[in-house]
Each structure stands twice: as C-alpha cells, then as structure tokens.
C-alpha cells in the first residue's frame, strides 16, 4: 500500500505536482472526525457529503421508507448508545429491502434494511452490524476509497501517456490488474477495522459481543442453501472472506468476556408487528432454498414461530412440487398450533382440506379462520365454503 | 483559462466542439392564448464537479452551491427582463407523496430531455412513431405539481458544468508534450424545458450542449450561461 502510494505521489510530483490530496495514507492514516465536524466547503469531503445528502433526501421520501416509529426510536437508541456523543450526527432510515445490509453515509445518514432487522435474533446482533456501519463514519472510510480510487485512475491516466516502448502494454495490464487488486485490498482493509471497532463499540455499550460472530454464521448458513452463489476472489473481493471475519470476530469476543449484566433486548418488541410483513417480502424473492433455510431458524429462534411457521408453508404452498402441498399443510398445521397464530394460517389449512374433501375439517379451519379476521377481503368467498355451496 | 491548460488545447476544443455555443429550440406544442400565461419555477437540478485526471468528475459543494444562487439570481433578472410571469414552485412536506413525485420528475427531465436532444434533433435517429412531430411529455402527473403554486407551465432546468482538477491540467500539458493529443477540460452542458402543467406536454426545449466554456462559478458568467440557456424562450 504504501510503497505504491510513494511511487504514485512520485510520479505525480514529477509530472507537475498534480495530486492535489497528500493527506490519506493506509487504511488508517486519515484521522478520525470530532464531534460535530463537517468538512471544509471547499473540500472533495464537502462534494462527497453533497452527494450523499442528495441520496438522503431522496430516502427521507421514498415510499420504501419504514416510518413505524416504534422500529424508529429502536434503532436511534441504539445508534445513541453505540456512538455517544456522536450521537446527534447520525440520521437513521429504515427500508424496506428484504436482503441483509446497513449502510453509514459520510454525512451520518444510516440506512438500515428490513432484512436486517428481520435476520437479527436480538438487539446485540442489530447493534453489532450498526457499530460496524458507524465505525465506517467515524473513520472517513468512503473519503480514504475515493481517494484511493482518485490516485489509481489518475496515475493511470498519466500511464497511458507516458508508457512508451515494447513493454508498455504488458506494463499497462500488469497495473490494471494491481489497481483492482489493492483498491479491493484498501477495502478489507476498511471492512477488518470496522468488524473490530464495531464489536469494541458494542461491547462498551453492553451488548453480546458474541452476536457479532453469530450474525456472521447465520449468513453463511443461508448462503450455503445455494441459491445465491457468493465465490469469494482473493485479490477482488472488496470485503474479507466471512470465515476469517468470523474467526476475528471470535477472538475479539473472547477476549472482552459476555457482559456482566443481560445485556438490553428490545428488539422483538419493536419489531414484532413488522416482522410478518418482512417474512412475506423474503418469499417474494423467488430464492426457495435460502428463504427456507432463513424461515425454519426463524421459527427456531422464538421470536415469531406462529409467523415464521405460516411463512414457510406459503414458500411450499407458491412452489407447488410433489410433496409441497404436504409440507404446506404440515406448516400451516403447527402455525395454527403455536402462540399467536396468523388468521391466514387456518385458512391455509381449509383450503388445502377442502381440495382433499375432507369438507368437515376444512369448514372447521374456515370458521377459525373468519373467527380471527371477520373483515377479510375473502370473507365472502369463505363463507360460500361454509353455507355448503 | 481555469477549465483547460494551455492556447492549444483550447484551440482544439474549439476545432473539435465548436458548436459548443450552438442551443436548439422549439416552439410546435405552444398554443397562445390572449392571457399572460404564468411560469411554475422548479427547483433546478445543478451540480457543479471537478473532473479528474482519470476522469471521473467530483461534486465539489461549495461551486454547486454558488451556481444555485447565480443562477437563481439570474434567471429571476432574465424573467423579468421579458416581462415574463413567474410563481415559485412551494414544495410539500418530505412525507407527502408529492414530495417523491418531484424526485421524479426532476429526474425524468434530464432523461427525456436527453431523450429528445438525441432522437429530436438527430435526423437519423428520429423515431419514426413521432412522425416528424415534437412530441414528448413527462406524463399527466405532472398536472399535480399545479397544487404547489398556480402557474400554467412549469419551467425544469438541469445544469451540469466541470472543471479539470490541477492533476487533470497537469495531464492535459503531459499529453500535449509527448504526444500531441488534446485531453477534454471540464465541460458545461444544460437541458431546460418548458412543460405544460396541465397535460404534461414538453412545450419548449431548449439545450446548451456541451462545451468547455462558461464558468457558473461566477455571477457574471452564470448570467451568459442562463441568457444561452433562456434567450429564445417564447415570450
């Protein structure tokens, strides 16, 4: 890393001190802001958070935007008592996108997706990801990548002016290849420093560091049901492979110990009448194996079995192979069974009943069903099943 | 001379892009009535980059937000110099799905916009459904936006204007010395429209094309750069 910036800023000195900014060094060479900094008006810093204010002011009204405002105030919490006194700076939106991700914006603006709040089984898990995202804003690190990035594409294009001679397309490839190689390496760089700052941020505010390491594994497990393939490319992957990241995020737990008190758990609460919603986007995605995967550890987890149970059988029930009428059965059944039943659940199972002829238990399911939601859409329909016709 | 280094490279850039100053115009969809008709001002969408010796152009902050106010200054002083008359758009709240719609539509005039510049004004890329019309909307919705300020049209600007980094300067002197290849400086390009509030119907275009020329930095400058842009607007 520093060897090419010392031949970059060598090459541009030479060529009319053309770099215009010396400041960022290796992954952690630019330091970190203050409480209430913001960056010279002047600066690339400025034109970056422009940039991002524009993306934020088209999130604070799209109607993708989650404005519950029980999930709201959760999340604010805890990005309060991750980040202290920096706290202020920081302007949480929840979205509605059903695939694990958090973003921290340089300007403080922190996205985070429903599938994330989905996959996270307590609020040590949440808070985990969301230090990870705040020590990305703390450390300036989409300012070092495009810097990085600046640096690269601008020796780059001095290259190919000057590149002279039998070589100089063997030596044009050859610095491609080391421009993509360390721009990703830059990136993991980053992506170790925030998994590690992250997990410390965590930790001091009294959550389970070990959920750091958790979440990591839960993904992988879903990565592996094998719809969506992730091949991990030493040399271009702009985040470290999850199973080293898993290692060191076990190490690092180690080392600080569980929390001496129980650490807070308010998630399930602030989330609990969303959750449903989350579950049936996850279904829409048309990923069978992972949404399976993702459902049977959610009906395991405690948090929503009756849902997470209905869920699944409506992803067997859409497939509709030999056998997934069965299953679906099966899920709607033990759906029914569990605390908190969703009403479609019964009616899952009547009409699967009422396609096999077994007429009286299916009427049985329907009355349940019309019992929980009498102002169903369908409720006409339903009860045509049940007057006989 | 901030935009590119060097008599040469300006030279060529006036070679290669000398219709740089040339801005197209059309008047078809305009029908006038005997009332004054009134101009809803959007907010215009304008960024101000640097361009880099690798060529990827950086917002810079400070340059946008003083084009913002040049421009708003500018265009206010080239309306009334027409004796043109002209409400401010008000916009809604964030949570109001109007709010979104001006995304939108802020959005979709730059696409249209470039849109017609290619399949309007370039005789062999005419679309023949258009049959030698000028046709082009931004769709009935746009009669929403008549809620946020009593106007008969709208008025949409986007401006984008760049300028080379001292690195790109630098590039632009290293390719002249050693092999005789003009390297582009910073570019400035604009797309207004004037659309109709109650159909939607683009009723006047009007594009600066791109150019290495201008300076929205300045008031001065912003103020040739908004006559360029508005000067055969129907008045």
């Not at chain 1, 550890?297 to 992803?315: I, Q």
């Not at chain 1, 039943?341 to 238990?361: D, K, M, N, S, Y």
């Not at chain 2, 769709?139 to 936006?145: F, I, S």
Request: with cysteine.
């Amino acid at each position: 890393m520093i060897g090419r910036r010392a031949f970059t800023l060598g090459l541009a000195s030479l060529l009319g001190g053309c770099a215009t900014h010396h400041q960022s060094g290796p992954a952690t060479g630019l330091p970190s802001t203050s409480k209430g900094y913001r960056p010279p008006p002047d600066s690339d810093e400025a034109g970056l958070w422009l940039a991002v204010d524009k993306v934020e002011q088209a999130q604070k009204r799209s109607p993708s935007r989650i404005r519950d405002q029980a999930a709201n105030a959760l999340v604010q919490d805890i990005i309060c008592r991750l980040a202290g006194d920096r706290c202020p700076e920081l302007r949480p939106y929840l979205v509605r996108v059903p695939e694990f991700n958090a973003t921290c914006s340089p300007n403080g603006m922190v996205s985070v997706w429903s599938g994330l709040l989905l996959r996270c089984k307590d609020e040590s898990q949440l808070a985990g990801v969301l230090g990870h995202e705040i020590a990305h804003y703390l450390r300036r690190h989409s300012l070092q990548r495009m810097r990085d990035k600046r640096e690269w594409d601008d020796m780059m294009a001095f290259m190919q002016f000057t590149l002279q001679g039998p070589l100089a397309k063997t030596m044009w490839d050859i610095s491609g290849d080391v421009r993509m190689a360390s721009i990703s390496m830059f990136s993991r760089d980053h992506e170790r420093e925030s998994d590690e700052m992250g997990l410390v941020m965590m930790a001091d505010a009294g959550y389970d560091p070990f959920a750091c390491a958790e979440t990591w594994r839960q993904l992988i497990d879903e990565d592996k049901a094998g719809d969506v393939k992730h091949d991990f490319n030493f040399f271009l992957s702009t985040h470290p492979a999850t199973k080293e990241r898993i290692e060191t995020l076990q190490q690092l737990a180690e080392q600080r110990g569980r929390p001496k008190t129980s650490p807070p758990n308010r998630l399930d609460q602030a989330i609990r009448h969303l959750r449903r919603g989350f579950m049936e986007d996850e279904i829409n995605q048309g990923r069978f194996k992972r949404t399976e995967k993702l459902l049977s550890r959610l009906a395991a987890d405690g948090n929503d079995p009756a849902g997470a149970l209905y869920y699944r059988g409506e992803l067997y029930r859409r497939r509709n192979k030999d056998g997934d009428e069965a299953s679906a059965l099966g899920f709607y059944h033990e759906s029914c069974e569990a605390a908190d039943p969703p009403a479609e659940a019964f009616r899952g199972v009547g009409l699967i009943r009422w396609r096999r002829g077994e007429a009286e238990l299916a009427r049985e399911y329907f009355r349940r069903y019309l019992d929980r939601a009498p102002q169903a859409g369908d409720s006409d329909m339903i009860r045509k099943y049940l007057s006989g016709a | 001379m901030r935009r590119t280094a060097g008599t040469l490279i300006v030279l060529a850039a006036v070679l290669l892009g000398g219709c740089g100053a040339q801005s197209y115009r059309t008047t078809e969809r305009l029908v006038r009535t005997d009332a004054q008709p009134c101009i809803m001002l959007m907010p215009p969408d304008i960024e101000l980059s640097e361009r880099t010796a690798g060529g990827t152009t950086e917002l810079n902050a400070a340059w946008t937000k003083a084009a913002e106010a040049h421009f708003a200054t500018a265009l206010r002083e080239h309306l009334t110099s027409i004796g043109a008359d002209f409400v401010e758009y008000l916009p809604p709240d964030d949570a109001s799905p109007d709010a979104q719609l001006l995304d939108e539509l802020q959005s979709l005039h730059a696409t249209v916009g470039q849109a017609i510049l290619e399949y309007h004004f370039e005789p062999a890329l005419r679309l023949p459904a258009k049959k030698g019309q000028f046709d082009w909307s931004l769709g009935p919705e746009v009669a929403k936006l008549a809620e946020h300020g009593k106007a008969d049209y709208a008025l949409f600007v986007w401006l984008r204007d760049s300028y080379a980094s001292p690195a790109r300067m630098a590039l632009q002197v290293v390719a002249a010395l050693v092999v005789g290849v003009p390297v582009s400086g910073g570019v400035q390009q604009g797309l207004c429209s004037l659309v109709d509030l109650k159909t939607g119907q683009v009723v006047w275009f009007n594009a600066l094309l791109p150019r290495e020329a201008g300076d929205m930095r300045t008031l001065e400058e912003s103020r040739a750069t908004t006559h360029l842009l508005l000067d055969r607007m129907p008045k």
